[in-house]
């Protein structure tokens, strides 16, 4: 599997296939929110190819929101609203090249999808969405939806930069109930 990620590192990017593929033994689908130009999201299309299972991805597509509160740290300045903005059609494009099954792709502001959005059943989700704002409402569309056993990966957990991810998890660390947490 060689595909460039800036956004994961090659050590976080390791843990994310190990788990990817420890989730094809669950029933149900795989979820990225904060999908960006598909790097992570190739790479789980290629575990999941010829399982059956199915890939949902999720972006604005006009890159990050603005920031709150919770996610004030000086080392975070170049987080800004904006940043990382790539088109639907650029990323589908990328699955066409690589000749992988094109995903669904839904364009939206996670506080705006609805839990029809997405699909009934979670066996992998990745979270990465790198905001305060848009952890927390990712976990609200992910968490009802979590197979038993299912696997949900947070990005930027432990990252200085970012602390609006770790704060948003904290609040619901109680709701993370037979299923797999792993805080990147
Ligand atoms: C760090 S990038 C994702 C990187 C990608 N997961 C990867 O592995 O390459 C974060 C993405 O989340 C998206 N995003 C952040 N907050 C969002 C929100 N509230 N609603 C929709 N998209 C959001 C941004 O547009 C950006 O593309």
Not at 53 to 66: A, H, R, V
Not at 79 to 97: A, D, I, M, N, Q
Not at 122 to 142: K, N
Request: overall charge negative; aromatic content about 8%.
């Amino acid at each position: 599997m060689a595909f460039s990620n800036d956004q994961v590192s090659k050590e976080e990017t390791e843990k994310i296939i190990k788990l990817a593929r420890k989730a094809l033994e669950i029933p149900g689908d795989f979820v990225e929110m904060g999908c960006y130009k598909g790097d992570t999201s190739l790479l789980l299309a290629e575990i999941i190819r010829g399982s059956g299972k199915k890939l949902w991805i999720y972006d604005s597509f006009e890159g990050l929101p603005e920031k709150g509160e919770m996610d004030e740290s000086v080392l975070g300045v170049n987080f800004k609203k904006g940043e990382l903005s790539v088109t639907k059609r650029e990323v589908k494009k990328r699955f066409l090249k690589a000749g992988l099954p094109v995903p669904v792709i839904t364009k939206g502001w996670f506080s705006e999808l609805a839990p029809t959005d997405l699909p009934e059943n979670i066996a992998f989700a990745f979270l990465d969405g790198d905001f305060y704002e848009s952890i927390r409402d990712s976990l609200r569309l992910v968490l009802p939806k979590m197979a038993k056993n299912g696997i949900l990966v947070v990005h930027d957990y432990t990252n200085p930069a970012l602390p609006g991810v770790k704060n948003a998890v904290d609040e619901v660390r109680e709701d993370f109930k037979d299923i797999k947490v792993v805080l990147l």
